[in-house]
């Protein structure tokens, strides 16, 4: 157990750029959560799968975000045409399906620093 | 819906003081709650928890306890050291059967020797 990897750690784009983040979870979840951070902030949840199947959407998510979990692995977040204001960091977490003695309990990767100039 | 209000920050203490950082919340139904911490530079981890009224969480010295009456979840350690400075956040499961967590905004630590 590796515990929740992301990638890249940190990434500096432009305006209007497109950037993917990917997220691997540890691999007995089927829950996977991402969430965004900004500074002097809690984290903000943004969306969440169980399985393959994206259960809930936040209304933080705007058309430009998009996120996938094609099977049940590990999940990607792209951002299309960023702006400043989507500087944040990017938090990936997973979990124990419900009812499980761990579920509710959310294994944070260490996050994805995004910087849009 | 679900939400969750911490003290302000930062909290200054000198090592070996006592430590309470208060976390009051407002739910329908039964959440779990929980403290995560943060040191610098690293991920969100998870300090202690508790599920149900009356629920004490602890950890590493640190403790919690439920309270139902309150609503709240204060920290607590008795003794900190230098290591403990970090920013703490409280959180608890959203309604519904998500596993969602609901943060609050944060309280950092500094521990000063």
């Known amino acids: 157990d590796t515990g929740v990897s992301q990638d890249p750690r940190h990434k500096i784009t432009k305006r209007g750029q497109n950037v993917t983040f990917r997220c691997d979870p540890i691999?007995?979840?089927?829950?996977l959560y991402w969430y965004r951070q900004t500074l002097g902030q809690g984290p903000e949840f943004l969306t969440y799968?169980?399985?393959?199947?994206?259960?809930?959407k936040s209304r933080l998510l705007s058309d430009r975000f998009s996120a996938e979990r094609p099977k049940g692995s590990f999940s990607t977040l792209e951002i299309q045409r960023t702006e400043q204001g989507d500087s944040a960091m990017y938090l990936c977490?997973?979990?124990?399906?419900?009812?499980?003695?761990?579920?509710?309990?959310?294994?944070f990767g260490a996050g994805s620093r995004l910087t849009v100039l | 819906g679900n939400s969750v209000t911490q003290m302000e920050g930062p909290v200054t203490l000198s090592e070996e003081a006592f430590l309470t950082i208060n976390c009051t919340y407002t739910?329908?139904?039964?959440?779990?709650l929980f403290w995560y911490v943060q040191y610098p530079g690293e991920g969100l981890q998870l300090l202690l928890k508790?599920?149900?009224?009356?629920d004490k969480g602890s950890n590493k010295g640190f403790e919690a306890t439920y309270r139902k009456e309150t609503t709240s979840f204060h920290l607590e350690k008795g003794s900190v050291q230098v290591s403990d400075s970090a920013v703490y956040f409280c959180?608890?499961?959203?309604?519904?059967?998500?596993?969602?967590?609901?943060f609050g905004q944060g309280t950092t630590l500094q521990v000063k020797p």
């Open positions: 508790a599920t149900k009224a009356d």
């Open positions: 739910a329908t139904g039964y959440p779990s």
């Open positions: 799968f169980q399985n393959e199947a994206q259960l809930e």
């Open positions: 977490a997973s979990s124990y399906p419900s009812g499980s003695s761990g579920a509710n309990v959310l294994t």
């Open positions: 691999s007995e979840h089927n829950r």
């Open positions: 959180a608890l499961t959203s309604s519904g059967n998500t596993g969602k967590l609901i």
